[in-house]
């Protein structure tokens, strides 16, 4: 059962233009979504997140859009730089309680490979 | 400032051998996470540790693989016997578990089993 789906397995864009990435999610309870970047040989690097009671958030040249009725998400790049290049990976999250303590379980997409050219 | 810190970078090992990996959490934070990277199932969490204590373990595959957090500073994983399935990539991530729940990567350990 996929809860987080990234349907492009791959995206190519020409340098300066907009990239947008794009997430669909089918568990209603994910009241929180990331945005990791992942290089080859190193791990997950955050970049940006978005909680459910919000539809946008900027961080310089990353802005995350949220579409809770249609559970879908969308992270654009503008300007695109080649250094952007790396395979994106959405995540959302819930917060699940264990233990008697609460945390927020990441439930990640397949990713997205992005690939900026000059 | 440290990022999380995992070793070894690579293992290789047969079949049947017990394979112990590390990790070096961010300091000061109270949450710790191992993960599981495959081509097939992608990124899925295998145990959540808070506060040193394991919390979630429900996405430990068998009774093979094992998990400990003895102090705020230290985490294992251990496969004992391991085998040619256990192939992949394991990835450590804390959280200072405050209400915007990012988790930040170690650089994560390539598993091979013979």
């Known amino acids: 059962d996929q809860q987080v789906k990234q349907n492009s397995p791959s995206l190519s864009v020409q340098e300066g233009r907009i990239s947008i990435l794009n997430c669909d999610y089918t568990?209603?309870?994910?009241?929180?979504f990331l945005w990791y970047k992942k290089y080859p040989a190193e791990g997950p690097t955050f970049l940006i997140s978005i909680s459910s009671i919000k539809d946008k958030n900027e961080d310089g040249r990353f802005t995350v859009f949220l579409n809770k009725s249609a559970k879908h998400l969308s992270l654009h790049i503008v300007p695109s730089q080649p250094g952007d290049s790396a395979v994106y990976f959405c995540?959302?999250?819930?917060?699940?309680?264990?233990?008697?303590?609460?945390?927020?379980?990441?439930?990640f997409g397949q990713g997205t490979i992005l690939t900026v050219h000059p | 400032d440290a990022g999380v810190i995992q070793s070894p970078r690579h293992e290789v090992t047969e079949m049947g051998q017990e394979v112990t990996l590390r990790c070096k959490p961010i300091s000061g934070h109270n949450s710790l996470f191992w993960y599981r990277q495959t081509m097939m199932r992608g990124l899925e969490l295998l145990i959540y540790f808070n506060n040193n204590v394991p919390i979630d373990d429900s996405g430990m595959p068998e009774d093979r693989f094992s998990a400990k957090m003895p102090n705020a500073s230290f985490s294992t994983l251990k496969i004992q016997p391991s085998e040619p399935r256990d192939s992949a990539v394991y990835f450590c991530?804390?959280?200072?578990?405050?209400?915007?729940?990012?988790?930040?990567f170690g650089p994560g350990t390539r598993l091979t089993v013979l």
């Open positions: 995540a959302a999250t819930r917060r699940f309680n264990a233990g008697g303590t609460s945390y927020g379980k990441l439930t």
């Open positions: 991530a804390s959280s200072p578990g405050t209400s915007r729940r990012e988790q930040f």
């Open positions: 568990n209603s309870m994910f009241d929180y």
